[in-house]
C-alpha cells in the first residue's frame, strides 16, 4: 500500500515536472517566434532622431533656445547641447545579438578585436531615456583613447591588464562593473557573459555620486564640421552608395538607403537591428584605416589611435578619401579631405569603423 501511494505521488510530481517545462518551452517560442518577426519580419523602423527631450526640440523652439550638439551636429535645446557623455562597450558577439538601443547611439565606433571578430564603443547623451543598453563587455586599450577624447563617462565589464592599467594613468572616468555592479545589472534569460546591462537612469545617478568623487565635469567638446540641418548644399565627392569590410570572420557592409538618407548595416547580406526592432543606421561612415599589431596567441590588438592615417568618409550618398588625424589620446579624431579642410558632415549618427591597413574593404560606387 505505501507504495502505490509513493508511485501515485511520484506520477504526480512528474506530470506537475512536464507541464511546468512545456509552459516554459512554450514562453521560449513564443519570445524566438516574436524576436524573429521584431528582427526580419515587421517592416523597419529607423531610430536616427533625437529622443526623450530632445525630440520636440525643433517644435519647443519658441520656448527654449537651440544649439548644435557637438558630438552630432543636430540643434537641440541649448542646455542639452553640453550634457555629458557615456561611452559603453557593447558586446558584438553573434551570439549577444540584438544590442538593446544601438540604433540610438549618436556616435559608434567599430574595431577588431580577438578570433576576426569586433567590439564597439556606443555614446550616448547623459539626457537620453535609455531602459536598456548593452549587452556590456570588457575594456580593450584603443578605445580608451576614443572615450577619453569626449571626456565621456566609459562603462565596461573588466578588461584586460593593459587597458585596466591604462584606465588609471590616463584618467579615464570609469564603471568597471565588477567593483560597481550597482550600476548594472545582469539579465537571466540571457547566457553569460553576455548578459549584462545598464539604463540612463543608472548612469545620471553614477554622474552624480561617482562624478564628483573623481572630480568629473562636462567639457566643451571640440566639433566637426556639420552642413546645416535639412540643407541641400552641396558636399564634393564621389558616388559612393555602400562600403564593403572583411574583419576576418565578420563580413560588414554599409548600404545608402537614398530614400532615408541613411547608411544601412548589413552581414553576410542581413540587414542589421537593435532589441527593439530598429534599423542600425547611421548618417555618415567613416573608414579609418591604420595600423593594427596582433600581440599573443590569444589575438589581443594593439591599434594605433593617434597620429594620421589614410580615411574615406561617407556621407550624404557620397564618398570623400583623405586622412584621419588625432594628436593624443585627449584629443578629438578628425577627417580631412584631399583638399586638406575637414570634412563636412551630414548632422546626426556618425559610425567610424577602424581596421588595419592589410584589411580588405571596398568602396561601392553608384549614381542616384
Do not use: C
Not at 540643434?75 to 542639452?80: G, I, T
Not at 545582469?186 to 546591462?197: F, G, L, M, Q, T
Not at 538618407?261 to 537591428?273: A, F, N, S, T
Not at 591599434?303 to 574615406?312: D, H, L, P, R, Y
Amino acid at each position: 500500500m505505501p507504495g502505490r501511494i509513493w508511485t501515485k505521488r511520484f506520477a504526480k510530481q512528474r506530470r506537475n515536472i512536464f507541464a511546468a517545462l512545456f509552459v516554459i518551452v512554450l514562453g521560449l517560442l513564443i519570445w524566438s517566434g516574436f524576436l524573429w518577426w521584431r528582427l526580419f519580419v515587421a517592416e523597419p523602423k529607423y531610430a536616427i532622431e533625437p529622443i526623450s527631450g530632445e525630440e520636440s526640440a525643433v517644435g519647443n523652439s519658441s520656448t527654449s533656445t537651440l544649439a548644435q550638439r557637438p558630438i552630432d551636429g543636430l540643434m537641440v535645446p541649448a542646455e542639452q547641447a553640453t550634457s555629458s557623455l557615456f561611452a559603453v562597450m557593447i558586446d558584438n558577439f553573434p551570439e549577444s545579438r540584438p544590442a538593446a538601443n544601438l540604433a540610438l547611439a549618436l556616435l559608434v565606433w567599430e574595431a577588431p578585436v580577438e578570433a576576426g571578430l569586433t567590439r564597439l564603443l556606443a555614446v550616448y547623451s547623459s539626457n537620453m531615456d535609455l531602459q536598456r543598453v548593452g549587452p556590456i563587455r570588457s575594456a580593450r586599450p584603443y578605445f580608451l583613447d576614443w572615450a577619453k577624447e569626449l571626456n565621456a563617462m566609459y562603462l565596461h565589464v573588466g578588461g584586460s591588464g593593459d587597458a585596466l592599467k591604462q584606465i588609471k594613468e590616463k584618467d579615464i572616468f570609469d564603471l568597471n562593473e565588477f567593483y560597481r555592479g550597482w550600476y548594472f545589472w545582469r539579465d537571466r534569460s540571457r547566457a553569460r557573459p553576455h548578459n549584462v546591462y545598464t539604463s540612463s537612469e543608472l548612469v545620471k545617478d553614477a554622474f552624480a555620486k561617482e562624478g564628483a568623487r573623481q572630480n568629473f565635469a562636462p567639457i566643451n567638446l571640440a566639433s566637426w564640421v556639420y552642413r546645416p540641418e535639412n540643407s541641400e548644399a552641396k558636399i564634393f565627392g564621389r558616388f559612393g552608395k555602400g562600403l564593403k569590410i572583411d574583419f576576418g570572420q565578420m563580413k560588414v557592409e554599409w548600404k545608402y538607403n537614398w530614400e532615408k538618407k541613411v547608411y544601412e548595416k548589413y552581414e553576410y547580406g542581413v540587414l542589421q537591428k537593435d532589441e527593439s526592432g530598429a534599423v542600425i543606421a547611421a548618417k555618415n561612415m567613416a573608414l579609418q584605416i591604420t595600423t593594427i599589431e596582433i600581440l599573443d596567441e590569444v589575438g589581443r590588438r594593439q591599434i594605433k589611435t593617434t597620429g594620421s592615417g589614410k580615411a574615406v568618409v561617407l556621407t550624404y550618398g557620397l564618398a570623400i578619401e583623405g586622412v584621419w588625424q588625432k594628436k593624443d589620446a585627449s584629443s578629438r579624431t578628425r577627417f580631412f579631405g584631399p583638399d586638406t579642410k575637414e570634412v563636412v558632415f551630414d548632422p546626426g549618427a556618425t559610425w567610424i569603423e577602424v581596421i588595419g591597413d592589410t584589411y580588405n574593404y571596398e568602396i561601392t560606387p553608384g549614381n542616384q
